[in-house]
């Protein structure tokens, strides 16, 4: 057992400008000086061993799981003969070549993506810790009640409530119900149209369904002016839908071509079956028969379609169960144009994708689809079940599940936490319109990357003398008094320049006129140095 006390590790910390002797370094590979750096980040004692609790924490703070597919760690094989790290609180060392082979054997570059940093959500601790606030506050709403059309939907603990977040680096977080199935009920139809995509391409898809909103409710007994369904996303469409899939196969092995169409987007998390909530649906089911008979009056269905077949294929699908970690991942396999962030498998086509997240957009969110697009401005699909799947394309994955809905069919908690989730991050597609002047968190960048990049750009600006850009800058509300880690402002450098413009304009400002940079010279101490009069005139009136 190793005697070595584990220190705090925060992954930003780690960079690519660590240095290898040229002893150490002869003879090994690029890979091998690569393995070698990282090796070294963390062998904080210089002695050649590496902690496993330490390595195993840095897993956890950056969000990825010791059960993650794509990692394997075969602590056993590397240990001494005889002992296994369980249960027990071992911490043994690992040396160069143990660590390697952790390297080696797990997917791509996710250990040294994740020892650097280097992951979508770089600082996952705090996202995670925002997270957390968002989900206490939602959780205080009681408001809606839960389904009651469908028997077994009614009968649900409205208090369940589970939030699980996937990225498309496999980051993930989840908190309370999150291990408990429900039924996916309407989620089920962007899922179910992706593969009627996959099957048979958009041209030959959108002869039987339309892409436009409907304008009215998800039920509706309407068709387009061509005769077909609106959208994949109401019932009518999604009944069209099911016809398209896989029509040649019996219904057993449609059905199980879904669920291991679920399971591969979830990250090979096995999809389950509700067969009391299918048998309700069948029971409660005469306005989707409606929908059916009426499309099939209007030759809406491809030739030789089952009608019956097809609805009772439709019940099934919705009555697919999942858990909110399972969707999560689901969501961010979407999110990350149709690869499984867990496994690394391509499930769908970019372009399958594309359609989907653009239809959930317009048409998702029942008759709350406009102003859900308005308020939260992400691609998202609610069920009746409590389920809410949203998608924040090239970052992550969203389940939210609670129960109780709004008089639209929605889960009050989940748009709740939606609304949260918006106002405290830069998610809403739109967000990078307000020129740099919103206060929203961007979890993509490193703790105060943000920061460090407005005082960079201003310090930049100033030492070239620009001082239209440093206007832009200061109008965007950048605090012109920030300093960079030399201590040194935009007064330095514009003093150091000989840039009186730039002088005059940060001062007209209320910038402060004799900050000390870490050697202790003010901006007058920087203009002396340069000799530029007008600066040190400037400076010293």
């Known amino acids: 057992m190793s ?50 609790n330490e390595l195993l924490q840095i897993f956890r703070d950056i969000g990825i799981r010791n059960d993650d597919p794509r990692l394997v760690l075969d602590f056993d094989s590397t240990l001494p003969t005889g002992d296994t790290l369980d249960a027990k609180e071992n911490d043994y060392p690992l040396n160069f ?10 997917q791509g570059n996710l250990v040294k993506n994740a020892i650097q940093g280097n992951l979508i959500v770089p600082d996952f601790k705090n996202f995670r810790a925002a997270i957390k606030r968002i989900y206490e506050k939602a959780k205080a709403n009681k ?19 589970g939030v699980s977040i996937c990225t498309i680096d496999g980051q993930r977080f989840s908190l309370g119900d999150y291990i408990i199935p429900f039924c996916v009920q309407s989620i089920c139809k962007p899922i179910n149209y992706c593969i009627a995509l996959e099957e048979h391409g958009e041209h030959k898809v959108h002869q039987h369904i339309g892409r436009e909103p409907s304008g009215i409710g998800f039920n509706g007994l309407v068709l387009n002016s061509k005769g077909l369904p609106h959208n994949p996303m109401i019932n009518a469409g999604a009944i069209m839908a099911c016809s398209l899939v896989k029509p040649t196969l019996d219904m057993a092995d449609r059905f199980d071509y879904v669920l291991d169409t679920w399971t591969k987007l979830s990250g090979n998390i096995r999809a389950g079956f509700n067969n009391a909530v299918y048998l309700s649906e069948r029971q409660t089911a005469d306005r989707n028969f409606a ?26 699908c919705c009555s697919i169960d999942v858990t909110a970690e399972a969707m999560a991942i689901t969501a961010a396999t979407l999110a ?17 994708v594309k359609n989907c997240l653009s239809l959930m ?3 998702g969110m029942y008759d709350f689809s406009g102003e859900f697009a308005f308020t939260i401005g992400l691609p998202a699909k609610s069920g009746v079940a409590g389920g809410l799947m949203v998608v924040i394309p090239n970052l992550m994955g969203i389940c939210i599940w609670s129960p109780r809905l709004d008089e639209l069919g929605n889960s009050v908690r989940g748009i709740e936490f939606c609304k949260e989730l918006v106002s405290t991050f830069n998610f809403h597609n739109f967000d990078s319109l307000t020129g740099g002047q919103s206060q929203k968190q961007d979890p993509r960048l490193h703790r105060n990357q943000s920061k460090i990049d407005s005082v960079i750009s201003l310090c930049w600006a100033a030492s070239e003398g620009d001082v239209l850009e440093v206007q832009h ?26 840039h009186t413009k730039v002088i005059e304009f940060l001062l007209s400002k209320g910038a402060i006129p004799n900050p000390k940079d870490r050697w202790g010279n003010t901006p ?18």
């Open 3 to 52: 005697s070595k006390k584990t220190t705090k590790f925060i992954p930003q910390e780690i960079g690519s400008n660590l240095t290898i002797s040229d002893a150490e370094s002869k003879g090994l590979t690029h890979l091998e000086q690569e393995y070698r750096l990282l090796f070294e980040s963390l062998d904080r004692d210089a002695n050649g061993l590496i902690s496993i």
């Open 97 to 106: 070549e143990q660590f390697k082979v952790i390297l080696q054997q797990s």
């Open 143 to 161: 408001g809606g009640h839960v389904a009651t059309y469908i028997p077994q939907l009614g009968r649900v603990n409205p208090e369940y409530f």
């Open 291 to 316: 929908l059916g008979y009426f499309m099939r009056e209007n030759k809406a269905f491809p030739e030789s379609t089952n009608l019956i077949d097809t609805l009772e294929f439709y019940f099934q």
């Open 336 to 352: 990350n144009a149709g690869i499984c962030p867990t496994t690394g498998t391509r499930v769908l086509q970019p372009n399958t």
């Open 361 to 363: 957009a317009s048409c």
């Open 473 to 498: 800058l200061v109008a965007r509300g950048i605090n012109f008094n920030e300093a960079d880690y030399d201590g040194r402002t935009a007064m330095h450098l514009a003093a150091s320049e000989g």
């Open 524 to 541: 007058l101490d920087d203009a002396l140095r340069g000799n530029h009069q007008s600066v040190i005139l400037l400076l010293e009136n």
